[in-house]
């Protein structure tokens, strides 16, 4: 994704973004991803993951997740979404920001 809405923007660049990402790229796998409703548990276990262990909020995981993959924070379901690039363009899209 080569434009970010500025707010996208913010959220790449807030508390524990990065760190966010580095696990989705890592731990995203096919079968994550199958359905948008296996794509929403994956999402929502990556929520828990962080909030248990760095005490993010559920906005400061979301954000920085749906800005990479979209340049925006609006938009359709992100399990919708996810499902829908796959992968592949998930993981090129996360590593596209990350240093």
């Known amino acids: 994704v080569a434009r970010f809405t500025p707010?996208?923007?913010e959220a790449l660049?807030?508390?524990?973004?990065?760190?966010?990402?580095?696990?989705c790229r890592e731990t995203m796998r096919p079968y994550s991803l199958v359905t948008p409703a296996a794509?929403?548990?994956?999402?929502?276990?990556?929520?828990?993951?962080?909030?248990?262990?760095?005490?993010?909020r559920g906005k400061q995981v979301m954000?920085?997740?749906?800005?990479?993959l979209t340049g925006s924070l609006t938009?359709?379901?992100?399990g919708v979404v996810t499902s829908l690039?796959?992968?592949?363009?998930?993981?090129k899209r996360i590593e596209d920001i990350l240093p």
Request: aromatic share 10%; hydrophobic share 40%.
């Open 63 to 68: 954000f920085p997740v749906r800005a990479a």
């Open 85 to 91: 690039l796959g992968v592949a363009r998930c993981v």
């Open 39 to 56: 794509a929403n548990q994956y999402l929502q276990d990556l929520r828990h993951f962080f909030r248990d262990t760095e005490g993010l």
């Open 13 to 23: 660049d807030g508390e524990g973004a990065f760190e966010v990402l580095r696990r």
């Open 7 to 9: 707010e996208a923007r």
């Open 75 to 78: 938009g359709p379901c992100l």
